[in-house]
């Protein structure tokens, strides 16, 4: 089988989508799967305003069609409502193709943080985007459950995996800086909502890994916190496992794939009771949600470290590639389920 990924999120960009679709890519191939990819990469590309790390494919409904001919797929799936997905999905409903989607961002919270746009607006927009394909993945239920009183129809679930070989506890080391070792890692951007982790009163350090278009702001305004830019992936490993809690200060992500990266490291996790969170460690198994994210800092530094790698071990990038190819085949077979 021969699936075409249409995406518009795409290396040089570092993110858990691109992320997410790099190992399900490696790990179909095990299952007989050939995974192509329709990317901005290849186009003129503009700068998506308020945030130009994310790159705009220019580019015309033809070509985009004339490309996804090309590739002779068994299947297309839109992975986002960029300019590619969008052009993606006007072909698939022209020639009556079946095409399944998956909703990997909050768009209209992202939106409304910079814009004033009503989240109203773009969920109606959303809404009639995913309903048209033959079925719309989602990593947690708790979005399902949220997608669904929203009218989302078609929803499938799709979990995430994390390799636990690279982050594992042993990669745990003395840090250089003052103790206890409060890690945050991500974008910095004002949709990860890291001020309410930088301000909030705690011991020891704040530590923060990753980059992006608040990162000069907020070392300014944060002069006490360590931020590290970004980092090669083996030694975001041993940092993972060297801190002694990650804070998630997002209310927008829609899973968090650096969650189980650190309970992968053996490091509880502290976060807000929201999407993400709350479906992986809401039962106080490996980390703390609290709408009090100091208290829910505190109390994870009391977690068995054992606990949160353990919570880890549930996720498993072939389980994420089977529910990937269950959906798939489900709407080649036109058998599409309704969310419950």
Same mark, same amino acid.
């Given at each position: 089988?021969?699936?075409?990924?249409? @995406?518009?999120?795409?290396?040089?960009?570092?993110?858990?989508?691109?992320?997410?679709?790099?190992?399900?890519?490696?790990?179909?191939?095990?299952? #007989?799967?050939?995974?192509?990819?329709?990317?901005?990469?290849?186009?003129?590309?503009?700068? !998506?305003? *308020?945030?130009?790390?994310?790159?705009?494919?220019?580019?015309?409904?033809?070509?985009?069609?004339?490309?996804?001919?090309?590739?002779?797929?068994?299947?297309?799936?839109?992975?986002?409502?960029?300019?590619?997905?969008?052009?993606?999905?006007?072909?698939?409903?022209?020639?009556?193709?079946?095409?399944?989607?998956?909703?990997?961002?909050?768009?209209?919270?992202?939106?409304?943080?910079?814009?004033?746009?009503?989240?109203?607006?773009?969920?109606?927009?959303?809404?009639?985007?995913?309903?048209? #394909?033959?079925? *719309?993945?989602? /990593? @947690?239920?708790?979005?399902?459950?949220?997608?669904?009183?929203?009218?989302?129809?078609?929803?499938?679930?799709?979990?995430?995996?994390?390799? *636990?070989?690279?982050?594992?506890?042993?990669?745990?080391?003395?840090?250089?800086?003052?103790?206890?070792?409060? !890690?945050?890692?991500?974008?910095?951007?004002?949709?990860?909502? $890291?001020?309410?982790?930088?301000? $909030?009163?705690?011991? #020891?350090?704040?530590?923060?890994?990753?980059?992006?278009?608040?990162?000069?702001? !907020?070392?300014?305004?944060?002069?006490?916190?360590?931020?590290?830019?970004?980092?090669?992936?083996?030694?975001?490993?041993?940092?993972?496992?060297? /801190?002694?809690?990650?804070?998630?200060?997002?209310?927008?992500?829609?899973?968090?794939?650096?969650?189980?990266?650190?309970? /992968?490291?053996?490091?509880?996790?502290?976060?807000?009771?929201?999407?993400?969170?709350?479906?992986?460690?809401?039962?106080?198994?490996?980390?703390?949600?609290?709408?009090? $994210?100091?208290?829910?800092? $505190?109390?994870?530094?009391?977690?068995?470290?054992?606990?949160?790698?353990?919570?880890?071990?549930?996720?498993?990038?072939? /389980?994420?590639?089977?529910?990937?190819?269950?959906?798939?085949?489900?709407?080649?077979?036109?058998?599409?389920?309704?969310?419950?």
């Amino acid at each position: 089988m021969r699936i075409l990924m249409v @995406t518009d999120a795409w290396r040089p960009q570092i993110n858990g989508v691109v992320h997410t679709l790099e190992r399900l890519s490696e790990v179909l191939t095990g299952f #007989g799967v050939e995974t192509r990819f329709l990317t901005p990469q290849g186009f003129r590309t503009l700068p !998506l305003p *308020t945030y130009p790390d994310i790159r705009l494919a220019l580019t015309t409904p033809g070509h985009v069609a004339r490309l996804i001919r090309a590739e002779q797929a068994d299947h297309v799936h839109i992975v986002t409502e960029g300019p590619l997905g969008i052009m993606a999905r006007r072909y698939c409903l022209a020639e009556g193709r079946p095409f399944t989607t998956s909703y990997h961002t909050r768009f209209p919270e992202y939106l409304s943080a910079r814009l004033p746009v009503p989240e109203d607006w773009a969920y109606r927009w959303l809404r009639d985007f995913h309903n048209s #394909g033959q079925g *719309t993945l989602v /990593a @947690t239920q708790s979005l399902a459950d949220d997608l669904a009183r929203r009218g989302f129809t078609k929803l499938r679930p799709w979990t995430r995996g994390v390799d *636990t070989t690279l982050f594992r506890p042993d990669r745990r080391k003395a840090l250089d800086f003052p103790g206890p070792v409060f !890690l945050c890692v991500g974008r910095i951007a004002v949709e990860k909502n $890291l001020p309410a982790f930088l301000d $909030l009163d705690l011991p #020891g350090s704040k530590v923060l890994v990753g980059e992006g278009p608040e990162l000069a702001k !907020l070392q300014a305004r944060y002069p006490q916190a360590h931020f590290l830019g970004r980092k090669p992936i083996d030694e975001m490993a041993d940092i993972y496992a060297s /801190a002694d809690v990650f804070v998630f200060p997002s209310r927008t992500d829609t899973f968090g794939n650096v969650i189980i990266e650190a309970l /992968a490291s053996g490091t509880p996790v502290a976060a807000y009771p929201v999407t993400g969170p709350i479906d992986i460690v809401g039962d106080g198994k490996g980390g703390a949600v609290s709408e009090d $994210l100091r208290q829910a800092a $505190l109390a994870a530094l009391h977690i068995d470290r054992a606990e949160a790698r353990a919570k880890a071990q549930r996720y498993s990038w072939t /389980a994420c590639a089977e529910m990937f190819l269950d959906t798939v085949r489900e709407a080649l077979n036109g058998r599409v389920r309704v969310a419950a």
